[in-house]
Nanobody
Framework: QVQLVESGGGLVQAGGSLRLSCAAS????????MGWYRQAPGKQRELVAT???????NYADSVKGRFTISRDNAKNTVSLQMNSLKPEDTAVYYCNAAVRRTPSLRILDLWGQGTQVTVSS
């Protein structure tokens, strides 16, 4: 069984920084795209940032220049460095990964359990 385990998050004042990490564990052949999404109360889940296995990144306009996504392919991990945090960044952040367990099995779209990020004004 493959799962994503997140760490990081918490409470920070506006202008502060936090770092989220996510590790894919289990029997894994390859991890393709990885990313972070967030969901604020009463809102739909939205993309924050994604990164391909080759290192190509994509960011939501609202976080460009403040957040940085990175990954370690050898460890199957993805991180999100969040700087200059704003109260509107408050949300539950979810890790996402496209995982192939063997060369012949279909790709699994996996989600982490979510971690709360709260930015106080």
């Amino acid at each position: 069984q493959v799962q994503l385990v997140e760490s990081g998050g918490g409470l920070v004042q506006a202008g502060g920084s936090l770092r989220l990490s996510c590790a894919a564990s289990g029997s894994i052949f390859r991890v393709n795209d990885m990313g972070w999404y967030r969901q604020a109360p009463g809102k739909q889940r939205e993309l924050v940032a994604t990164i391909t296995s080759g290192g190509e990144t994509n960011y939501a306009d609202s976080v460009k220049g403040r957040f940085t996504i990175s990954r370690d392919n050898a460890k199957n991990t993805v991180s999100l460095q969040m700087n200059s945090l704003k109260p509107e960044d408050t949300a539950v952040y979810y890790c996402n990964a496209a995982v192939r367990r063997t060369p012949s099995l279909r790709i699994l779209d996996l989600w982490g359990q979510g971690t709360q990020v709260t930015v106080s004004s």
